[in-house]
């Protein structure tokens, strides 16, 4: 454990949470992409099967555990208790696009062909593309509300603080997981024009961020 990996755990944390009160206390879903969070409930439980197998640490099985619940209650305030808030016509982005390339190269590049393995690796691919119906929601409405750019803010700081907790343990511990790495860069580059307009836009104390609506 660094200092890095431990802030981009809370950031995470954080960036759930920020969501699920969002949604409970405004009772509405609006503005938020339900396809984004089954993706990010189905990233947690092909990450961790392993609670099943294998214990590392309280912490871990902790913030796993953490993780399942607040994904499945998130994915549930969406489609069961405040769907009438649900804004389906515009979460039109197609996740068959990014499921069916995320199997086949998680068969394909792992590092060992066992169910586990291939589940894991499965998640890590998953996690880097899973952002994008919320972020292709976000354009094709031309708005975000800021609590919903504050839960994107931390989402992507959680990515690129986990970015520097690579660099650290390959200097310190000589570790390099080249899938982790690879996903992680491209899930952090999805976030930096997000991150421009955040800075811009909403630091600034615009209630909304407000983007060019699609031709």
């Given at each position: 454990?660094?200092?890095?990996?431990?802030?981009?755990?809370?950031?995470?944390?954080?960036?759930?949470?920020?969501?699920?009160l969002?949604?409970?206390?405004s009772?509405?879903?609006?503005?938020?992409s339900?396809?984004?969070q089954?993706?990010?409930?189905?990233?947690?439980?092909?990450?961790?099967?392993?609670l099943?197998?294998?214990?590392i640490s309280?912490?871990?099985?902790?913030?796993?555990?953490?993780?399942l619940?607040?994904?499945?209650?998130?994915?549930?305030?969406?489609y069961?208790r405040?769907?009438?808030?649900?804004?389906?016509?515009?979460?039109?982005?197609?996740?068959e696009f990014?499921l069916?390339?995320?199997?086949g190269?998680?068969?394909l590049?792992?590092?060992a062909f066992t169910?586990?393995?291939?589940?894991?690796?499965?998640?890590i691919?998953?996690?880097?593309?899973?952002?994008?119906?919320?972020?292709?929601?976000?354009?094709?409405?031309g708005?975000a509300?800021?609590?919903?750019?504050h839960?994107?803010?931390?989402?992507?700081?959680?990515?690129?603080?986990?970015?520097g907790?690579?660099?650290?343990?390959?200097?310190?511990e000589?570790?390099?997981?080249?899938?982790a790495?690879?996903?992680?860069v491209?899930?952090t580059?999805?976030?930096?024009?997000?991150?421009y307009?955040?800075?811009t836009?909403?630091l600034?104390?615009?209630g909304?961020?407000?983007?060019?609506?699609?031709v």
């Amino acid at each position: 454990m660094n200092i890095f990996r431990l802030s981009g755990d809370v950031c995470h944390l954080v960036a759930i949470i920020i969501l699920f009160l969002k949604i409970w206390r405004s009772r509405s879903c609006a503005g938020i992409s339900g396809k984004s969070q089954v993706l990010f409930a189905l990233v947690f439980t092909t990450r961790y099967l392993d609670l099943f197998t294998a214990f590392i640490s309280i912490y871990n099985t902790v913030m796993k555990v953490v993780y399942l619940v607040l994904a499945y209650a998130t994915v549930s305030l969406i489609y069961f208790r405040f769907r009438n808030s649900y804004d389906s016509e515009s979460d039109s982005f197609r996740v068959e696009f990014l499921l069916v390339p995320v199997a086949g190269l998680s068969f394909l590049e792992n590092y060992a062909f066992t169910p586990l393995e291939i589940m894991w690796t499965f998640s890590i691919y998953l996690e880097s593309v899973a952002i994008l119906p919320q972020l292709f929601m976000i354009t094709k409405t031309g708005e975000a509300e800021s609590i919903t750019t504050h839960y994107l803010f931390f989402l992507g700081l959680y990515r690129a603080l986990y970015l520097g907790n690579w660099v650290w343990r390959y200097h310190v511990e000589g570790f390099f997981d080249q899938i982790a790495v690879v996903s992680g860069v491209v899930q952090t580059i999805f976030y930096c024009d997000f991150f421009y307009l955040y800075f811009t836009r909403v630091l600034r104390g615009s209630g909304k961020m407000t983007l060019p609506m699609p031709v």
